[in-house]
């Protein structure tokens, strides 16, 4: 299949379009508006809805009854966006409902600014729902990859019955790159949905029995049982959905773990970094939660040094320092969201934590 | 022998959670009654609030999904993109409608999402035990406003059918009450047009009950009727606000 040149938060749209997705939902938030406006004009084409919503607070409940009634559901905002959204996320969860969701990043706190970030990393990875609650996340770092996890994220959100995320930034939504779009799936069409989907409220003429989809369980050992089954689910996903990329592990004497945007920052920094004498390699988690912890397996005993970068002021840490378990130094570079580093940036704050462990 | 008289199968065999003298039974009644005189128990798909009625879903007997608090009206529009030949609906009270939600019904009617809301307003917050609500009327005690409702604290109660009627697309605009046997054949009648307009594909339909709740009101239930009759039905007047001829 030959390549097209696209924009990112089109390539994106395109994905969901192409894996059959039924129903789309969103408000109008920078820097993904080029996936609403692209979703208006052709969604409808393929067969599926548009609808713009009120807020990001109805996009997620018209997402979830979309997809609770059988639909295929894609929904994307950015940050604050996504943190409106965090009560129904957690919802889904417990209802046990799949749906796909793209947060296009950018920096905070607040309304923050729109420049690309990654200090979601927490809200994403911990989610801002109450409760007992988790939903993979993955991170491409690149716009083939986010349209390549878009497509097969429909797949395992259904598979588990739990939302999926992807947590693209500013970065990949406004660029372009070439990318080979997947083929069309098709939308199931709705008298199929019941034969797919069993669980699906479609009205009693078209299942077996009655259908319920709910959250509510008001005696606490019911809920006990359910969020205890929830957790079986999840240890599940840590087992099928972990996913990384390791780069350069062998002989290297400092190791950058960096997902998205700065990873690739982080690519150029290593080869420049090779020019100078330096062996350096990188772990690129691509499923923030769960997190590759069994990456950290794979350092070298040349490595003396783990640089998490990171566009935030640290979020990832925790995670890589828990990962490293002490073997090795941890350091951080990072810029806050909105402000990206140069690689040669990277190259001399990586020569001054060198220096600094030695 | 010829049976005059048989339960709705549009209401599961069991005992309602609600307490005696709670409207929520009738109104969940008069709406699965008109559901199965339609034949759409089948293709109705329902979505519940929070509230004392999240529990409807173990009553009412149509395939059902729970509600964050406030926004079944944007789950019913998602339901309506995947179903447009279903009969949808969502049933809501007036804390979960008028305060919380209340951007998520004013959209819905704008749009002229092709669903029915029945809205319970019982003046009152009820399964957090008698809090004020948007709808409390002024004078009326609640356990936020112990001394009854003042203008000068929490202004005037929202009168949710008048608001609405501004909208266009809101094609039928009905207020009932449940407090006896002909106000509930009304309610009926209301219920019936509401779905006839719905599956006529005309735009948002609406009804709303004049409901009594004696446990937070602190009346026994034939004097909560009363009160839904003498003082709810004078600042809220019971009649069409608007309706299409099909």
């Known amino acids: ?358 | 022998m010829k049976t005059v008289f048989a339960p709705t199968s549009g209401m599961t065999p069991v005992d309602t959670s609600y307490c005696p003298g709670c409207s929520h039974g009738i109104a969940h009644r008069i709406i699965m009654e008109c559901l199965e005189e339609r034949g759409a128990l089948g293709r109705a798909i329902g979505v519940v609030p929070i509230g004392c009625a999240i529990n409807a879903h173990h009553f009412m007997n149509v395939d059902m999904c729970e509600s964050t608090h406030g926004r079944a009206p944007a789950i019913a529009a998602g339901i309506r993109r995947v179903h447009p030949d279903k009969l949808v609906f969502t049933y809501q009270g007036d804390g979960d409608l008028a305060s919380i939600g209340a951007a998520e019904i004013v959209h819905a009617a704008h749009r002229g999402e092709k669903f029915t809301t029945f809205f319970i307003n019982n003046a009152i917050y009820g399964m957090t035990g008698g809090q004020m609500a948007p709808t409390t009327l002024i004078g009326q005690r609640a356990t936020t406003a112990v001394d009854g409702r003042t203008v000068e604290q929490a202004g005037m109660p929202l009168r949710v059918c008048e608001m609405l009627a501004t909208i266009d697309m809101a094609v039928f605009v009905e207020r009932v009450m449940l407090t006896n046997p002909a106000q509930v054949r009304r309610a009926k009648a209301a219920v019936h047009k509401a779905l006839d307009i719905q599956e006529a594909r005309k735009g948002f339909t609406f009804v709303e009950f004049l409901s009594a709740c004696p446990t937070n009101w602190g009346y026994a239930p034939v004097d909560a009727l009363k009160w839904v009759e003498e003082k709810m039905a004078a600042y809220y007047p019971v009649k069409n606000f608007r309706t299409v001829e099909l």
């Not at chain 1, 109450?130 to 996340?137: E, H, L, Q, T």
């Not at chain 1, 002490?326 to 060198?354: D, F």
Request: proline fraction near 6%.
């Open chain 1, 1 to 358: 299949m030959s390549k097209v040149l696209m924009k990112g938060n089109e390539a994106f749209a395109e994905a969901a379009i192409r894996a059959g997705c039924k129903c789309y939902f969103g408000y109008p938030i920078t820097p993904q508006n080029e996936i609403p406006e692209y979703m208006s004009h052709e969604l409808p084409k393929a067969g599926g809805a548009f609808l713009q919503a009120e807020s990001e607070l109805a996009a997620v409940n018209m997402a979830y009854g979309a997809a609770a009634s059988g639909g295929r559901v894609f929904i994307s905002t950015s940050s604050p966006g996504l943190a409106l959204m965090q009560e129904g996320l957690g919802f889904i969860c417990s209802a046990e409902v799949p749906l796909v969701a793209l947060n296009v990043s950018r920096g905070g706190p607040g309304v923050g600014g729109i420049q690309p970030g990654q200090a979601d990393y927490i809200q994403v990875t911990r989610g801002g729902y109450n409760g007992d609650a988790k939903i993979p996340v993955f991170a491409p770092a690149g716009i083939q990859e986010c349209v390549d996890l878009i497509y097969e994220c429909f797949d395992i959100a259904e598979e588990y019955r739990n939302p999926v995320l992807i947590l693209a930034d500013g970065m990949m939504g406004q660029m372009m790159e070439p990318v080979e779009l997947p083929p069309h799936k098709g939308i199931t069409p709705v008298d199929k949905i019941s034969q797919e989907k069993p669980w699906a409220i479609t009205g009693t003429d078209s299942h077996e029995g009655r259908n319920v989809i709910y959250s509510l369980r008001m005696q606490p050992e019911v809920l006990e049982k359910h969020v205890e089954k929830l957790f079986e689910k999840y240890a599940r996903a840590e087992k099928e959905l972990t996913r990384w990329n390791s780069l350069s592990l062998k002989d290297a004497e400092v190791v950058f773990v960096a997902f998205g945007t700065m990873s690739r920052l982080c690519a150029e920094a290593i080869e420049l970094l090779g020019e100078r004498g330096i062996k350096a390699g990188m772990i690129r988690p691509i499923s923030l939660w769960p997190f590759p912890d069994k990456a950290f397996d794979e350092l070298d005993k040349s490595t003396r040094l783990v640089i998490s970068a990171e566009l935030n002021m640290g979020q990832m840490l925790y995670d890589v320092k828990n990962a490293v378990q002490g073997r090795v130094e941890v350091g951080l570079i990072n810029r806050t969201g909105g402000v990206v580093p140069s690689s040669l940036e990277i190259v001399e704050r990586t020569l001054k934590l060198l220096e600094e462990t030695k």
